[in-house]
């Protein structure tokens, strides 16, 4: 129990002396945004043992973070340095950077602590490592689900505070929640929060204080009463709650079954795995099944008493869901929005934005301005070092990413998040399930293959969702091979905007193409049946400006944190090897493929080192240097870095989720692959005299 104490244990295993409170859920409850709320990013990764799953970890600080943040911010730090004195429920009130002194533990959602999936699984060893608080976090729009999972976590005794999250959507459905009277059934303290709006934040805080081990519990037939009780005095003394420890002895949990044998020898485990046996003999059926229909009984009578249902017409936004969702309409729609999203990125943000950046701030004003104060620098390797035109840390590296890269990136992270936040990705999951089930997967893998056109390192994390190992292997195939990343797309845009309609058709065209057949390949390669999908689907509602703009801003800040430095690291490095000649040795040694296989000039070796390095830095280089590209050549180019190898964090990831055998099996058939997609290319065009000009 050693590594589970350190990964969530109580106060006294924190070296820092903290509480810790853990965050509990169904998925898609809001935890994830009450974490940051609560906390405040950024928090560091803690792996639960025994499983891929990483739990989030920060301490959580006074006040609550709001949507008009930022503002809000600046208002009280001229006031009071920081200290906030906006109230309770404020869909601003943010936070003070001091430290409560207990920590918040982000877990996975889970539907019940029966299930074998591992997030469920991870779910329980986090309960086991005996948090100071829990932390549960309903879904006030489907009360009976929470209550289910609430009530089979309460056996294990822990001082909880029950939240209902999403209270105006529960209120727009019509339903009415006495939380007084829920409260008083529970036996804890129960508040309920807004949470993407920052309502309730403080409340739920403050209530961390008053957390109590609730006073309602889970009586399950007799039985299966008797059965625990058995089980209890087997196990006495153990060092897992007994009512919980014998919960999930009698659905065959595999870990509780180790600490039996750990701590009261083979002997007890197999009286233990007697008694379920001589019970599920009774009931005919396996005993997390028969407990979790009479868990969700029990949830269905409590939420009873305590839910009005009012009568409420058809909201517009569940028409329109209806819409998105059916084959009929929703096909048109996706490629209405697929279109419009193109013109949003390619018009406005590349080309309107970063044009207008491109020749009035930076070369018209920032680079000569530079240039003049790097002039008076003595040493012609600092001055070209910083300034070179072809590899300087100031145009190739810092210019480049903030002029470049980051005003395309905005207006795709800000069209995304419209995405998000308008309950529509689910419903493309539903759209698409019979299609993704041709290339091995269901309607759950639209959410990782959607989220690689945000970060293919991310959404490699995210495969952890699929249930299944050939699920998870097939789309982080296809996240590497075709999926190209947010920064790498927005170049992608800024490029092809300036070339015939034909290149962008090619191009995507081929990357489509060649995703739905390697998909069928590997398919039929790794075999095995597909599960059924079954998913939550959200309200559509139209999306909240705030919340839209906070999370574009937060992922546009953190891609600038990680890609600047490597940005000008990859800069320096390029500049080091022309400086000392090696990249023309680097040109020659790479020219037989570079050059002759797929036709492209020498300046391409450049722009492909710098892809290896990172996506976007090399889609940058193709942008600083496509006055040596013909249309062919930059058609070529862009499949080529598409296709291949992702940047080293996402190689990193694929190592760390699917081992070091199968993570270079999928790196070297991609890197083979994308020389043969590239060289057929330019063949073909060569051949049949195609231009894209």
């Known amino acids: 129990m050693k590594k589970l104490l350190e990964a969530t244990g109580s106060r006294n295993d924190d070296p820092r002396g903290h509480a810790r409170a853990v965050l509990i859920g169904n998925p898609n409850v809001g ?37 008009w943040q930022l503002a809000r911010r600046v208002v009280t730090w001229l006031k009071d340095l920081g200290a906030s004195r906006a109230g ?110 920052g309502h309730g934040m403080r409340r739920l805080a403050g209530a961390l204080e008053r957390a109590c081990s609730p006073a309602c519990t889970m009586t399950y037939q007799p039985p299966i009463e008797q ?51 001589r019970l599920e003999a009774h009931y005919g059926a396996p005993l997390d099944v028969v407990m979790t229909e009479q868990v969700y009984a029990a949830a269905e009578e409590l939420a009873s008493g305590v839910v009005d249902r009012r009568p409420r017409r058809t909201a517009m936004s569940e028409r329109v869901g209806h819409l998105v969702q059916s084959p009929a309409t929703g096909v048109p729609i996706a490629l209405l929005i697929t279109v419009a999203m193109y013109f949003w990125v390619g018009w406005l943000g590349a080309g309107l934005v970063v044009d207008t950046l491109e020749h009035r701030v930076f070369d018209g004003w920032l680079i000569p301005m530079v240039a003049r104060v790097v002039g008076r620098l003595p040493g012609a390797f600092v001055r070209g070092a910083l300034m070179d035109p072809d590899f300087g840390l100031f145009p190739t590296g810092l210019f480049l990413a903030f002029g470049v890269v980051l005003p395309v990136l905005f207006f795709f992270f800000l069209f995304f998040a419209v995405l998000e936040d308008s309950g529509y990705l689910p419903r493309l999951s ?69 070339m015939s309609w034909t290149a962008p058709v090619t191009v995507y065209g081929l990357i489509f193409l060649q995703i739905l057949v390697a998909g069928m390949l590997a398919n039929r390669v790794l075999g095995g049946r597909l599960p059924d999908f079954i998913m939550e689907v959200p309200r559509m509602r139209a999306p909240k400006p705030g919340v839209v703009l906070a999370r574009t801003w937060r992922r ?136 894209f000009a």
């Open 227 to 277: 059965a625990m009780e058995e089980i209890a005095s087997l196990v006495r003394g153990a060092s897992v709650p007994s009512r919980a420890f014998g919960t999930m002895l009698l659905a065959r949990d595999r870990r509780c079954l180790e600490i039996v044998e750990e701590e009261f020898g083979p002997g007890t485990r197999r009286a233990v795995l007697a008694i379920v046996d």
């Open 31 to 67: 935890k994830s945004a009450i974490f940051w709320r609560l906390t405040g990013l950024p928090s560091e990764e803690c792996n639960v043992p025994g499983s891929s799953v990483a739990a989030s970890v920060a301490p959580i600080r006074e006040g609550a973070r709001g949507t």
């Open 430 to 498: 539903i759209l698409l399930d019979r299609v993704l089930r041709v290339v091995g997967l269901n309607g759950k893998g639209v959410l990782p293959l959607v989220m690689g056109f945000s970060c293919v390192t991310m959404a490699v994390i995210t495969t952890r969702m699929l249930d299944t190992k050939k699920e998870r292997l097939i789309a982080t195939f296809l996240l590497i091979l075709g999926v190209p990343c947010a920064p790498l797309l927005s170049v992608q845009v800024l490029i092809l905007r300036d």
């Open 556 to 691: 546009s800040v953190q891609f600038m944190r990680e890609a600047v430095p490597i940005f000008m690291l990859a800069s320096f490095i390029m500049f080091l090897l022309d400086w000392v000649g090696g990249l023309e040795v680097v040109e020659a040694f790479a020219r037989p493929v570079v050059g002759h296989l797929l036709g492209l000039p020498d300046k391409a070796v450049q722009v492909l080192i710098k892809t290896i390095i990172r996506r976007e830095n090399g889609a940058a280089e193709l942008h600083l240097v496509r006055a040596s590209f013909d249309s062919v050549q930059m058609v070529v180019t862009l499949l080529v870095m598409t296709f291949l190898v992702p940047c080293l964090n996402a190689v990193i990831v694929i190592i760390k989720e699917h081992g070091l055998k199968s993570a270079l099996a999928i790196i070297a058939g991609v890197m083979v692959y994308c020389v043969m997609v590239g060289a057929l290319v330019n063949a073909v065009c060569r051949a049949f005299g195609i231009a």
């Open 88 to 197: 309770d429920g404020a869909p601003g009130s943010p936070l003070r950077r001091k430290r409560t002194g207990t920590s918040l533990v982000d877990t996975p959602g889970a539907a019940s602590i029966f299930a074998l999936g591992e997030d469920e699984m991870a779910l329980r060893d986090l309960l086991l490592g005996r948090p100071d608080v829990v932390v549960f976090i309903a879904d006030a729009k489907n009360l009976r689900r929470s209550l289910a999972l609430f009530l089979q976590v309460v056996a294990f005794g822990y001082r909880t505070v029950f939240d209902l999250n999403m209270m105006d959507e529960a209120e727009n459905l019509g339903l009415r929640i006495d939380v007084a009277e829920l409260g008083r059934r529970l036996g804890c303290p129960c508040t309920t929060s807004v949470a993407i709006e």
